[in-house]
């Protein structure tokens, strides 16, 4: 199984920029894909990026050419740089992990942008 922890959420003006980690252990050889999805009050979570296994990326309209995924292989640690930050991209985001056959979450960090 694996297990994933979060960090890097806060509070942050309109165009500031933070990083989100999340450091995965466990049986790391079976994670096809690791993405970051957020949550705002009221509404559906829904993906924000997603690296695979071979290292394709793809990101969500709405942060597309202002956040980055990537990942330290040696550190087994993904990261979400988000620049230029909108108050809409205030939510709780989650890391995610999945196999072929299943799927696990870390805990959620906030993130806050305030006007």
């Known amino acids: 199984q694996v297990q994933l922890v979060e960090s890097g959420g806060g509070l942050v003006q309109a165009g500031g920029s933070l990083r989100l980690s999340c450091a995965a252990s466990?049986?790391?050889?079976?994670?096809?894909?690791m993405g970051w999805y957020r949550q705002a009050s009221g509404k559906q979570r829904e993906s924000v990026a997603v690296?695979?296994?071979?290292?394709?990326?793809m990101y969500a309209d709405s942060v597309k050419g202002r956040f980055t995924i990537s990942r330290d292989n040696a550190k087994n640690t993904m990261y979400l740089q988000m620049n230029s930050l909108k108050p809409e991209d205030t939510a709780v985001y989650y890391c995610n992990a999945v196999g072929r056959l299943w799927s696990t979450w870390g805990q959620g960090t906030q993130v806050t942008v305030s006007s």
């Open positions: 466990g049986s790391i050889v079976s994670i096809d894909a």
């Open positions: 690296i695979t296994s071979i290292g394709l990326t």
